[in-house]
């Protein structure tokens, strides 16, 4: 059991002050007020601006997208650059903010495919409508829950992809295995998060940054491989991309859920080699 002191937040107030504060995001993006980023105390607010958000996607990408989409990006990776994503699949963003990586899947997945989108901020859906809206995106389906319990039906999806938000979880385990269970057989995921060298502890990173600013509640790489496998999946990869903090890198993470031939193969008992007599 953990015990939390009167000084240190619990899981609610830690989700509540990261709804707070990416509501506060979206409505100064909505506000026109000048790109709110670092200085609302997001992603970026203990990092170089230069490691999060907008810088991070192609230009030609950000010119096929409304001002407010760019602006609202807090990301710390581009995973539709990374994702595996082909015509016809359906896929599904967590933590989808201003939704500026479910209206470049609903793109890239063609009008076969679809793009769900889920946020626990009312703000930030509504700021998400409204860009793909404006960007004539039809095939995007933006959800209200978190991603401990995502309101998608088992085996629902081909694709799971997420930019800098799993860092944010109270409970990461539980992510993991959500993702797995909405998955088809066979479906992978292409997630860009903050993750630490498996050197530091949990306290060294909690020195290097705040919790809502994607630092202290990240996964070693260890223990997102070792996650990743304990919910199922199999060819887990995290490869660092750029250093946020000492130790502390922009990453990205791949995996497959296996395919039912392979669950099959995996749960079946070694044959036992017969005798000659």
């Given at each position: ?17 990261v709804r707070r504060r990416y509501a ?254």
């Amino acid at each position: 059991m953990t015990i939390t002191t009167a000084d240190e937040p619990n899981a609610e107030e830690l989700r509540e002050e990261v709804r707070r504060r990416y509501a506060e995001s979206a409505v100064a993006v909505t506000s026109g007020e000048a790109n709110p980023g670092c200085g609302s105390g997001s992603c970026c607010g203990d990092g170089d601006p230069a490691d999060f958000g907008e810088a991070l996607y192609e230009v030609e990408q950000r010119g096929e997208l409304p001002e407010t989409a760019v602006l609202a990006s807090l990301g710390c990776g581009n995973p539709t650059a990374v994702a595996d994503l082909r015509e016809g699949d359906t896929v599904l963003d967590l933590g989808s903010g201003g939704g500026i990586d479910v209206i470049l899947s609903a793109k890239r997945v063609g009008p076969t495919g679809l793009a769900y989108g889920l946020d626990m901020t009312d703000e930030m859906l509504a700021l998400a409508q409204r860009n793909a809206a404006e960007a004539g995106i039809r095939n995007a389906i933006f959800l209200k829950g978190v991603i401990e319990s995502v309101p998608l039906p088992a085996e629902s999806v081909d694709v799971v992809i997420s930019n800098c938000v799993i860092n944010l979880s109270v409970d990461k385990p539980a992510v993991l295995l959500e993702i797995g269970r909405v998955l088809r057989p066979g479906g992978r995921i292409g997630i860009s998060d903050v993750v630490a060298e498996d050197r530091l502890a949990a306290d060294e990173r909690a020195e290097r940054g705040s919790f809502v600013g994607c630092i202290a509640g990240a996964l070693s790489r260890s223990e997102y491989v070792e996650g990743l496998e304990a919910a199922g999946f199999v060819d887990v990869s995290v490869t660092f991309t750029h250093e946020v903090a000492d130790g502390m890198h922009g990453a990205i993470v791949k995996a497959t859920k296996p395919s039912q031939s392979e669950e099959t193969r995996r749960e079946l008992p070694l044959a036992q080699q017969a005798g000659c007599c």
